[in-house]
């Protein structure tokens, strides 16, 4: 009798063990190294988005509490505080000048998309889109013309502008006091006269003036 219940504490013993490891198993978390860092990975189950946890302790918890990833957390629509509102003239004139120069994040560098390339297809959407701007404003819109414009813009976008005076006043059409940023030797007069892109997006050839200036020389 005494060897029979030896045996089946054993065998009650095994698969207890047995269940402990599966559970194991199926409750080690996955991670990967992203840039040196180990990253521990949690799928959201609100969302389905995959959520990467720095600390192994955070990753335990919000899988123990099934915690909303940042995407389900942030308000859309009218539960968002801020919906329905805009921020004054004065906000934005003062979050422009704190992203100016050097306090920029971008400041020194070629852009987040260097090196990159478009798709056709995005290529095709940008063309199609730059059409029915300058189609609105009065430009012919050959072929040719859409893309020397799209060349002119690419530099420009590359040249220091914020060394440029009156880039704090830069703002949009309509604002009194507002600056737009304007080629000297007008985007159509370099295309017409056949001028290299490269020369009519330098430095040399920017500045600011009011925005209704600007307007006025879109037809010359």
């Known amino acids: 009798m005494k060897q029979t219940t030896k045996n089946v504490k054993h065998k009650d013993v095994g698969e207890k063990h047995i269940t402990n490891e599966i559970k194991k198993n199926a409750e080690k978390p ?3 190294i992203i840039g040196g860092v180990k990253h521990w990975k949690r799928k959201c189950n609100h969302c389905g988005n995959v959520v990467l946890h720095l600390d192994i302790n955070r990753f335990y918890v919000s899988r123990k509490h099934n915690h909303k990833c940042q995407k389900c957390r942030q308000p859309k629509g009218k539960k968002n505080s801020f919906y329905g ?4 003239s004065k906000t934005r004139k003062l979050y422009s000048r704190q992203r100016l120069g050097k306090n920029n994040p971008m400041y020194g560098t070629n852009g987040g998309f ?3 390339k478009h798709n056709d297809k995005s290529i095709r959407r940008q063309q199609i889109l730059r059409k029915k701007y300058w189609k609105s404003i009065g430009h012919e819109c050959s072929d040719k013309f859409v893309k020397y414009r799209t060349e002119v813009d690419r530099l420009t ?3 220091p502008i914020n060394t ?11 604002i009194n006091g507002a600056y737009h940023l304007d080629h000297i030797k007008s985007v159509w007069y370099g295309f017409k006269n056949k001028i290299p892109a490269k020369e009519i997006a330098d430095i040399k050839n920017l500045r600011f003036i009011p925005w209704l200036d600007n307007q006025k020389k879109w037809y010359k």
Not at 85 to 88: D, L, V, W
Not at 164 to 174: F, P, Q, S, Y
């Open 157 to 159: 976008n590359r040249q």
């Open 114 to 116: 260097y090196g990159h």
């Open 85 to 88: 509102k805009k921020h004054t």
């Open 30 to 32: 996955e991670w990967i």
């Open 164 to 174: 440029l005076k009156n880039v704090d006043k830069r703002g949009k059409a309509g």
